[in-house]
């Protein structure tokens, strides 16, 4: 029977609670099929049907799942005052587990607004409850969305601490898919804090794990991640491949968004290996895709809620990079023809006879000439020798004088 029907039934009955059940579940249902706006109403009517009740309990379940809907539809204020009434109606009843699950969901939605310290303060309250109630699975979340939070505020030493006890809890838990989870957001805090060795092993095990899970939407994000770690350690040419199949795998996903940032980070480690070309049309693929979405901001990709967004001025930079450096390669090409051909004038006045050139030769017909008149061999010929030393210095001395090719240099 579905939710709608049981509903129906309840209607026809008078039965109260049992319309605030099934309302509940219809709400619960909407939401996972993206039906949001009708799970919104939903969860009001189950809201309204439960304080006509009096079922406290019930109010403070129905409040909850309608801040989770709220925050789907980016309606995060109202969201954050839905779960704070959730927290407050849970700890009046002393059900510190679903205070626990308030809190948290308080916190996601704190970050959303970019209230970074409010929200660690529900993440670290959520994460004690759930140590106190032995619930590992919760704790791990808490603590994760604690480490977002905390790297929001540049505590990162913090934020990485918090991201290992929660991949360690989801290790023991042997939950392969949020261990993942934490091992992605452990990386994006290992970079921040500059530790790309560790960084890069973290994304490679997030990826790892979402490929055997068969996510490849999060395999996508950790590919992402890893690439920008590698670009960082100067490993381009495996940044390149990373950042090759995050996109390819965006593609496949229909992730457009996604599809322009993994493309636009593909373009920067192009560039790294000169490879304009290919970056530059990486560059323009990524930009024609956010301007198809009428994007002016996007996301990271760690999807951590709150992380400050990119810009969209930053991709158009990256295209401008990439044909500054592609007109500097061709000027620098332009800038050889000139050079070679000043390399080549030096010779030409060798070619042509010069008065300088001309002088030893006239003085050797004139030599000639008074052999001629006179059988007597006077002292021209020692005379030869210094007129045609000269000849050879200036030439050298020409030679030397001549623009050196500088090409090699500046290239």
């Keep these: 029977m579905s939710h709608q029907q049981d509903l129906a039934i309840c209607l026809e009955l008078g039965d109260g609670p049992g319309e605030g059940r099934a309302l509940s579940g219809l709400g619960i249902a909407l939401q996972q099929v993206g039906r949001f ?21 019930g109010e403070g379940q129905a409040v909850g799942y309608l801040g989770t809907a709220l925050q789907q539809v980016r309606r995060f204020d109202e969201a954050i005052d839905a779960h704070e009434r959730a927290a407050a109606l849970f700890t009046e009843l002393k059900d510190p587990h679903r205070e626990g699950q308030a809190l948290h969901n ?122 920008t770690a590698l670009q ?47 970056a530059l049309e990486a560059h323009q693929r990524a930009a024609a895709l956010f301007t198809e979405l009428g994007d002016s901001e996007a996301r990271p990709l760690n999807n951590s809620p709150g992380n400050e967004r990119v ?24 800038k ?7 390399k080549a004038q030096p010779q030409k006045p060798q070619q042509q006879p010069t008065p300088q050139a001309q002088a030893p030769a006239l003085a050797q017909v004139a030599q000639a000439q008074a052999q001629a008149q006179s059988a007597s061999q006077p002292q021209p010929q020692p005379q030869q020798k210094p007129q045609q030393k000269p000849s050879k210095p200036e030439s050298a001395v020409a030679e030397a004088a001549s623009p050196l090719p500088t090409p090699d240099p500046a290239t």
């Design 37 to 57: 706006d009708e799970a919104i109403d939903a969860h009001q009517q189950d809201l309204t049907v439960c304080r006509e009740l009096g079922d406290r309990h």
């Design 106 to 227: 308080l916190g996601t939605a704190l970050q959303q607004v970019r209230r970074f310290d409010e929200a660690i303060d529900a993440h670290e309250r959520a994460a004690a409850l759930f140590t106190e109630l032995k619930d590992p699975h919760r704790e791990g979340q808490a603590l994760n969305s604690l480490g977002s939070a905390l790297q929001q505020v540049r505590r990162f030493d913090d934020a990485i601490e918090a991201h290992q006890r929660a991949a360690a809890l989801f290790t023991e838990l042997e939950d392969r898919h949020r261990e993942g989870q934490a091992l992605n957001s452990l990386g994006t805090a290992l970079q921040e804090a500059r530790r790309f060795d560790d960084a890069i092993d973290a994304h490679e095990r997030a990826a790892a794990l979402f490929t055997e899970v068969g996510d490849c939407h999060r395999e996508g994000q950790a590919l992402h991640n890893l690439g």
């Design 232 to 278: 960082q350690v100067r490993r381009f040419d495996e940044a390149i491949d990373a950042h090759e199949r995050a996109a390819t795998l965006f593609t496949e996903l229909k992730d457009p968004h996604r599809q322009g940032q993994a493309l636009n980070s593909l373009g920067t480690a192009l560039q790294q290996v000169w490879r304009f070309d290919d």
């Design 311 to 334: 810009r969209e001025a930053e991709r158009p930079r990256g295209l401008w990079r990439s044909r500054k450096a592609q007109q500097q390669q061709q000027a620098s090409q332009q």
């Design 336 to 342: 050889q023809q000139p050079q070679k051909a000043q």
